[in-house]
């Protein structure tokens, strides 16, 4: 008997694809640097909140012990983060401007790559920069089998934590639409890229990266986000059945290279892409990025856009 396109629609398995895919896109969109009052006045409106309580409490009813008790308790963990969040806004975010989230994410996060709380993949477990050349390719290489690449409006490298949380995002969102259009082997494509991008990147690099984010940022938005964070990405990995190996602070080693002369090495609102470009040219390493890029398209893509 076929399937009625209502109930596939409908299913707990659609509502937890689509519940997982708001929230990394929530976590995705606050770690931005704000160009614009519409992030502003998406705090400030409580419909940040209201969304992520919404995309919480539709996984928690479709779980269906998806992930076990863990998963059950950092759903919890998740909506009282929320809560702290919305106090935060009542309390302190109420009057605020754009220059003022502005300073905030600057004090955080800088306009130069901070060593103490860097949002980038490569620069953990990774202390020379032929390694990092090797991660970034990996991480292009899932960009390109769907289909997908940098918006020029992103002045982001493609290891920024909000461009792989984005990425999660939508292969969540594409997920939801592979179980209700697509079939059971399309979807098990996406299912299977989302699983090894949690175990083998954003599982291993972003438990240590919030830990560094809690203590740089002390207080305010940015601490709440680390918190949000961590417990957000233990579920997904527990509601995934992946088990990464994530990085401790002893693992944490920064590849070290000289500043060409008259070069400068710029991230956030200031950052327009080129920092990495320069030091691998510097040191050889864009060839076998290229290559390794190569490799991947050879290989034939994992999915379809």
């Known amino acids: 008997m076929a399937p009625v396109l209502g109930a596939i629609k409908d299913s707990p398995a659609v509502e937890r694809a689509l519940g997982r895919s708001k929230?990394?896109?929530?976590?995705?969109?606050?770690?931005?640097?704000?160009?614009?009052e519409e992030f502003l006045d998406y705090?400030?409106?409580?419909?940040?909140?209201?969304?992520?309580?919404?995309?919480?409490?539709?996984?928690?009813?479709?779980?269906?012990?998806?992930?076990?008790e863990k998963a059950k308790q950092k759903l919890a963990a998740l909506l009282k983060h929320l809560d702290n969040i919305e106090k935060w806004v009542a309390t302190e975010c109420t009057h605020w401007t754009l220059s003022d989230l502005q300073a905030e994410h600057r004090r955080v996060f800088s306009n130069v790559i901070t060593l103490d709380c860097p949002p980038y993949e490569t620069l953990?477990?990774?202390?020379?920069?032929?390694?990092?050349?090797h991660v970034m390719?990996?991480?292009?290489?899932?960009?390109?089998?769907?289909?997908l690449e940098l918006s020029r409006d992103i002045h982001e490298r493609l290891d920024h934590l909000s461009v792989e949380l984005e990425f999660m995002h939508f292969l969540a969102y594409k997920e939801s639409y592979a179980r209700c259009h697509d079939g059971a082997d399309k979807t098990?494509?996406?299912v299977d890229a989302q699983k090894?991008?949690?175990?083998?990147?954003?599982?291993?690099?972003?438990?240590?990266?919030?830990r560094m984010l809690v203590k740089k940022a002390d207080t305010g938005f940015f601490r709440h986000m680390a918190e949000f964070t961590a417990d957000y990405i233990e579920f997904d990995a527990a509601y995934q059945g992946v088990t990464p190996q994530?990085?401790?602070?002893?693992?944490?080693?920064?590849?070290?290279?000289?500043?060409?002369?008259?070069?400068?090495?710029?991230?956030?609102?200031?950052?327009?892409?080129?920092?990495?470009?320069?030091?691998?040219?510097?040191v050889g390493a864009q060839s076998f990025l290229d290559e390794k890029g190569k490799e991947k398209?050879?290989?034939?893509?994992?999915g379809t856009a």
């Open 23 to 36: 929230l990394y896109l929530l976590i995705s969109w606050c770690l931005l640097y704000p160009e614009d």
């Open 246 to 282: 994530p990085y401790s602070e002893t693992d944490y080693r920064p590849a070290t290279f000289n500043v060409p002369e008259g070069q400068t090495y710029e991230c956030g609102a200031q950052d327009q892409g080129n920092e990495l470009s320069i030091l691998l040219n510097e």
């Open 137 to 147: 390719g990996d991480i292009a290489g899932f960009y390109k089998a769907f289909g």
């Open 43 to 68: 705090l400030q409106s409580g419909e940040f909140v209201e969304d992520g309580r919404s995309a919480i409490e539709g996984l928690t009813a479709a779980l269906a012990g998806q992930g076990g």
């Open 297 to 302: 398209a050879d290989s034939g893509p994992v």
């Open 124 to 133: 953990f477990g990774n202390d020379h920069v032929f390694g990092q050349a």
């Open 196 to 210: 090894k991008f949690v175990k083998d990147h954003i599982g291993r690099w972003v438990p240590l990266f919030s």
């Open 188 to 190: 098990q494509i996406v």
